[in-house]
């Protein structure tokens, strides 16, 4: 690529948006992770950023792109949250056909990479975080949620303007250059309206993700300037003393912005990590996308290629409740003000909550190898990806309904509200189906199937006098009296219980 080319952008499908990137230079593939608002083809007009893309771009695959809402990705759409944000990332990978990348995240880039990578453990070769966070800095020292809300309306005024604070705080080396200030301050105003920088900075200031880092496999190196005014350097340790293994690389510099101060050192630092032996496993192709089958009929139970997820795998109770209410859902959006009250119903903290649910989603993501379809407002199960049984159960085949419904749904969480409806129609399901099919075993003579099948409609609806009736006839004709007595003693005490009369053994033979 010549020194004064733009590279081509390009646009990744996601869901409700197309997303702007940029694919350029030759090696290991380094997806950028944006921080909270750039433009990917605007940035190449200052020789600062573009000598820092060219010198990455020398040892790898570049592939840089904009956040849905912001830069040259479509802004139609809200700014997306955290869990949306892992879709886009998982959608640029896709449109640029690679399987698996490093990430390379700046600043607010920080907690959408390191979600994707406990998420998708599979598609991350490595996790570089730079002047990155796991949560808001304003938090650092204990500054209240309501004040740190109440300054984002003054920086958003100050955004795009003479006044803009950016480059004073954000890259203060180059904050004497006037004409650095004025092309950022033209930056800023195509990087993101105010609308949608509001949105975002009142989105980040809830962002949490450290209660993933422990999950997280990946080799990771975590860069960051001992004097960073915007993000201190506090939170890249904790970065790196929360990631296992990870690699602390504290540098000289005050700059926020990487491409500002001297880039050489860290770069230098990520080619190393690259391109060096720094994997703890080999190499190899992601695989097909697994086959998952979850069971809630008699059991729950998640099944990936044929093996059981162990229940170790989840992490909490909490993230096995949420596929639970999303598979009883049956792939219509729930909402995340529901899915909170189920999860935290005594957590009076509602502002702590979106990050706590992102935890969880990302929990049942990488147990599904993804199967979540999640935006701002619901969350939905994806059922083109994940087979259920209660799917299979509310098909218009009998003998599917018969063969899916092994017992009552989710029988461990039978007291729980949000069960009850879905509970009734599964076994109403059932029984309707159940009945028919008696009815074509009484036809065919076939006494056995009919006795096998009463008794299970029986456990399903104890109190059903046809089906009693059904299983008495049944064992009395297939040679059974012994039996079929037994079987008109049970139903003698229901029909007690319901002020019926039972016929004797001889009306029935």
């Known amino acids: 690529m010549r020194g004064d080319e733009v590279p081509e952008v390009r646009f990744a499908a996601a869901r409700g ?79 640029a056909g690679i399987d698996r990348a490093h990430l390379y995240a700046q600043s607010e880039g920080g907690p ?52 803009s604070p950016i480059a004073d705080g954000f890259a203060p080396s180059l904050s004497g250059d006037a004409s650095f200030r004025t092309w950022h301050q033209r930056y800023e105003r195509r990087a993101a309206t105010s609308d949608a920088l509001a949105d975002l900075l009142r989105l980040m200031v809830d962002f949490d993700v450290r209660d993933v880092l422990d999950r997280i496999t990946a080799p990771t190196l975590v860069l960051h300037r001992a004097g960073d005014q915007i993000v201190p350097i506090e939170l890249g340790r904790e970065l790196a003393a929360g990631i296992p293994g990870a690699r602390l690389v504290e540098q000289e510099g005050v700059d926020h912005f990487a491409y500002a101060g001297d880039i050489e050192p860290w770069v230098a630092e990520l080619e190393r990590f ?64 529901e899915l909170t009250e189920l999860l935290w119903p005594d957590d009076t903290e509602v502002h702590r909550l979106g990050a706590r649910l992102s935890v969880q989603l990302s929990a049942v993501r990488r147990v599904l190898g993804g199967g979540v379809v999640a935006d701002r407002e619901t969350v939905r199960l994806d059922l083109s990806t994940v087979t259920t049984d209660l799917e299979q159960l509310h098909g218009h085949d009998d003998g599917a309904v018969l063969d899916a419904y092994a017992g009552e749904l989710l029988p461990e969480d039978r007291y729980d509200d949000w069960t009850q409806g879905p509970r009734d129609l ?84």
């Open 426 to 509: 599964a076994r109403a399901r059932f029984t309707e189906a159940a009945r028919r099919r008696l009815s074509e075993l009484d036809r065919a003579g076939d006494h056995l199937g009919a006795v096998e099948l009463a008794r299970r409609f029986l456990e399903a609806a104890p109190l059903d006098d046809d089906a009693h009736r059904t299983l008495v006839t049944a064992l009395l004709r297939s040679e059974r009296p012994d039996d079929a007595r037994r079987a008109l003693e049970r139903w003698n005490e229901v029909a007690v219980e319901l002020g019926m009369d039972v016929p004797d053994i001889d009306e029935l033979a």
């Open 274 to 337: 690259v391109t060096g032996e720094v994997r703890t496993r080999p190499v190899d192709a992601r695989p097909a996308r697994p086959t998952v089958v979850v069971r809630t009929l008699g059991r729950f139970a998640v099944e990936v290629d044929g093996e059981e997820v162990p229940t170790s795998a989840w992490g909490s109770r909490r993230a096995r409740t949420l596929l639970k209410r999303l598979v009883v859902a049956r792939g219509w959006p729930v909402t995340r003000d």
């Open 112 to 163: 959408m990479a390191i979600l994707f990578a406990a998420t998708y453990p599979d598609r991350v070769d490595s996790l570089i975080l730079h002047g990155a966070w796991a949560r808001y800095p304003g938090t650092l020292h204990g500054v209240d949620r309501d004040e740190l809300l109440a300054g984002v309306d003054g920086f958003v005024a100050r955004w795009g303007t003479p006044d």
């Open 17 to 95: 948006a197309r997303i702007a990137y940029q694919d350029f230079g030759a090696g290991p593939p380094v997806v950028v992770v944006p921080p909270f608002a750039q433009d990917i083809e605007l940035a190449w007009e200052r020789h600062e950023i573009r000598s820092m893309l060219h010198r990455m771009s020398a040892f790898c695959r570049l592939i840089p792109f904009d956040k849905r809402g912001t830069g040259s990705s479509d802004r139609r759409s809200l700014v997306p949250g955290l869990d949306e944000r892992v879709d886009d990332l998982g959608a640029v990978l896709d449109a």
